[in-house]
């Protein structure tokens, strides 16, 4: 059951900085990086880069939490960032004592947890956790996954597959979306695009109506992409596009990056795959819409 009364009464007491909480979810190479960097820049917030990698939540990326399932020193670990403390002793990941910009709550800062692999913890947090904020970004599949292809990071999916099909067993939504025979026939492209099209269609499915910043339009205009949100938690109004092309994934850097290195039959299997998520997405959130 969710705890809306308990923490409503923690809030009051001073006991809750969930307001102060923000976690943004993506795919890789959708541009969360850039996003959380362009983010954290703000004078006002504090960027948490990845504290999930290397921990518990790596190891049970596929795995839908819930109450049931989800273990002590995970609900311990959320539960304390939701009262303002960060325990560094559970992360293990490189990226976050790298690139975040603290290791210790900062009272009256937004603090922002960006994360790639926690598609499946949404429903679960923003349950038991309604007064944090949850927001993701969206970049087209095809994109996706041609930059994932074209900076060989395709290896971070391997032996995914399985998992991906018991996750979909434990779901109906995704059952329905994603049938047995879907999985028959994938080439390597396609398992990718079948990662992309699960844990992102539960991610948009789960996640509150309008909470998406367009990856196109942070392209064309950071400061525009990321306006709702900072009205939203009550940011000031401060330039930052200049950080948006910054990738701390310096592979990308070596290659070219306009030359797509995906077929035509390649492009056609990913949107074929990714249909139900595109839907998913678009029936939700909407659909941008570039302007000249």
Same mark, same amino acid.
């Given at each position: 059951m969710c705890r809306v009364l308990e923490l409503l009464s923690m809030l009051e007491t001073g006991q809750c900085m969930a307001e102060q909480l923000v976690f943004i979810f993506g795919f890789d190479r959708s541009g969360t990086t850039a996003l959380a960097r362009v983010l954290a #820049?703000?004078?006002?917030?504090? /960027?948490?880069?990845?504290?999930?990698?290397?921990?518990?939540? *790596? %190891?049970?990326?596929? &795995?839908?939490?819930?109450?049931?399932?989800?273990?002590?020193?995970?609900?311990?670990?959320?539960?304390g960032l939701t009262k303002g403390v960060i325990d560094t002793a559970y992360i293990s990941s490189p990226w976050f004592f790298k690139y975040s910009t603290t290791e210790t709550w900062k009272t009256g800062q937004l603090h922002i947890v960006k994360s790639t692999i926690s598609h499946f913890l949404l429903p679960w947090l923003v349950c038991e956790f309604p007064m944090t904020g949850v927001w993701g970004i969206w970049r087209q599949p095809v994109d996706v996954i041609d930059s994932i292809f074209r900076n060989n990071f395709q290896?971070?999916? #391997?032996?995914?597959?399985?998992? /991906?099909?018991?996750?979909?067993?434990?779901?109906?939504?995704? *059952? %329905?979306?994603?049938? &047995?025979?879907?999985?028959?026939?994938?080439?390597?492209?396609?398992?990718?695009?079948?990662?992309?099209?699960?844990?992102?269609?539960?991610?948009?499915?789960?996640?509150?109506?309008?909470?998406?910043?367009?990856?196109?339009?942070?392209?064309?205009?950071?400061?525009?992409?990321?306006?709702?949100?900072?009205?939203?938690?009550?940011?000031?109004?401060?330039?930052v596009a200049h950080l948006a092309n910054r990738d701390l994934n310096m592979t990308g850097r070596k290659r070219n990056a306009h030359t797509a290195c995906l077929t035509a039959r390649d492009v056609a299997e990913i949107q074929r795959i990714t249909e139900p998520a595109i839907e998913l997405m678009e029936s939700r959130h909407g659909k941008f819409r570039q302007h000249n």
């Open positions: #820049a703000h004078p006002d917030t504090e /960027l948490l880069m990845q504290p999930f990698n290397s921990s518990e939540f *790596r %190891q049970r990326m596929y &795995d839908i939490l819930n109450n049931e399932n989800v273990s002590a020193t995970q609900r311990q670990f959320i539960e290896g971070w999916y #391997a032996g995914a597959i399985p998992c /991906l099909k018991e996750t979909v067993k434990s779901c109906n939504q995704l *059952r %329905q979306s994603f049938p &047995d025979e879907s999985f028959d026939g994938l080439s390597a492209v396609g398992e990718v695009a079948m990662n992309f099209a699960i844990r992102s269609f539960h991610l948009f499915q789960h996640l509150p109506t309008g909470n998406v910043i367009w990856y196109d339009e942070f392209c064309r205009s950071p400061n525009v992409a990321v306006e709702r949100f900072r009205e939203r938690f009550g940011l000031r109004q401060v330039d």
